[in-house]
């Protein structure tokens, strides 16, 4: 069995990196890990820390922040960013871009909408609706750009445009549609009851427990490289507190009218979860996810070993379309409604931003879902902090510029030093 610890090229910004090399000891491990980061290898640290810095920063300036009811309202606000950069993290591992992510979202949402007003189709019909549209925008997007070789950013900028002719064809100048569907509706205003919540908290800390251990077990059994035990079960309890103290705080009666309790784990935040879940798997334990890597790492190298690039990067802009159109609809949820300038102003720009911030890169071949995530709660952090501090807009432009400018030289900075130690 080979014991060669060199970090494998163009792995950088997957799970799959860690399998080349293992610890002994819990020293060790912390000793690997401080060398990591000296190579370059941040991943979402920077991204972690700086939101521990805006959550801290805003508790001490407001005493409404860390209110359970803002609590709730933040993740509300995050959804919708959180599940567009997750769309986005596939097309920028690839080293591309789409531009037309936020009108694909809303041109989804509102075929959802019509669906739903105009051909009187339930709620599932409607979602399944907006989604493949979503997934046929993306697909030709994908084969422009692959199969044409048309650069991502020309075909994307197009779409950008054309989308929102669309709408305007759809909804009318000005106008809007209503969204009045329950179940729709219900994902950004309505909770999971109080039981129903710590049993999803319940499940998921003894899901990743359990998947965690086993995993373990199984690489002691074989023979294989793995992390200690104490690692493990700091990355379990690093995750079990988190969500228990979040799904007590959310359980609790937050309303300021006591004869109108409001408790429970707003929909939105499972949604996102469940989808943070399954695009993990998908790019950290999946074929795919490793041709997905390996293609945005060395394009031509990836061809050479036999996998189909074009075909990885027509799905990857079909995945980003798709998930654009799931985050139309929460959008659509929150808002009530779909108009002409859904997916317009600064929705691209922040789900990028939040893609980059949590630390995938823009040069392609590193990044993960989680990245989506905590970047996207950094941005939802500043709007919302911001917004309880009667700030002006101009500063919420300001700062969320600088985050997004400060994620790109550490990118770009951690780039340049993992080219200095040979990891691509």
Not at 31 to 48: C, I, K, N, Q, V
Not at 134 to 149: E, Q, T
């Amino acid at each position: 069995m080979s014991t060669d610890t060199t970090p494998t090229p163009g792995l950088a910004g997957s799970d799959f990196a860690s399998d080349s090399h293992s610890a002994s000891g819990l020293r060790e491990a912390g000793r690997d890990y401080l060398t990591r980061l000296r190579g370059g290898d941040m991943g979402a640290l920077p991204a972690t820390l700086g939101l521990l810095a805006l959550v801290i920063g805003f508790s001490i300036a407001s005493d409404t922040f860390l209110t359970e009811l803002n609590i709730a309202n933040l993740i509300t606000q995050a959804g919708a960013i959180c599940v567009l950069a997750m769309g986005l993290v596939f097309v920028l591992l690839l080293g591309d871009i789409d531009l037309s992510a936020g009108f694909a979202g809303a041109t989804s949402a509102t075929v959802a909408a019509l669906l739903i007003r105009d051909q009187g189709q339930g709620w599932p019909v409607a979602v399944l609706g907006g989604i493949a549209t979503g997934a046929v925008i993306g697909f030709v997007i994908g084969v422009l750009v692959a199969k044409l070789g048309i650069p991502s950013f020309v075909v994307t900028l197009a779409f950008f445009l054309g989308l929102q002719g669309a709408l305007l064809r759809m909804i009318g100048e000005g106008g809007s549609v209503r969204v009045d569907n329950s179940f729709i509706r219900g994902i950004s205003i309505d909770n999971m009851p109080v039981a129903a919540g710590w049993a999803f908290a319940g499940g998921v800390v003894v899901a990743f427990a359990v998947l965690s251990l086993l995993r373990h077990r199984r690489q002691v059994r074989q023979n294989l490289q793995h992390l200690p035990l104490a690692v493990v079960m700091f990355k379990i309890i690093g995750l079990a507190v988190p969500v228990l103290v979040l799904t007590a705080v959310l359980n609790s009666n937050r309303s300021r009218n006591p004869n109108f309790p409001i408790e429970g784990i707003p929909w939105v935040l499972p949604l996102v979860g469940f989808l943070l879940i399954f695009w993990t798997y998908v790019l950290t334990r999946t074929a795919y996810g490793r041709h997905l890597y390996a293609v945005g790492g060395n394009r031509e190298a990836a061809r050479r070993a036999g996998i189909n690039v074009d075909r990885i990067r027509v799905s990857a802009f079909m995945i980003c379309s798709s998930m654009a159109a799931i985050s139309g609809i929460i959008a659509a949820s929150n808002a009530g409604k779909v108009s002409a300038s859904s997916g317009g102003s600064n929705t691209l720009l922040y789900a990028v931003g939040a893609a980059v911030i949590g630390g995938t890169s823009l040069f392609g071949g590193k990044g993960k879902a989680r990245d989506a995530v905590i970047g996207g709660l950094v941005i939802a952090t500043i709007t919302n902090g911001l917004g309880l501090l009667d700030q002006p807009s101009y500063i919420n432009f300001v700062v969320t510029g600088s985050v997004l400018l400060l994620a790109a030289a550490v990118d770009a900075i951690s780039r340049r030093r993992r080219s200095a130690a040979g990891v691509a």
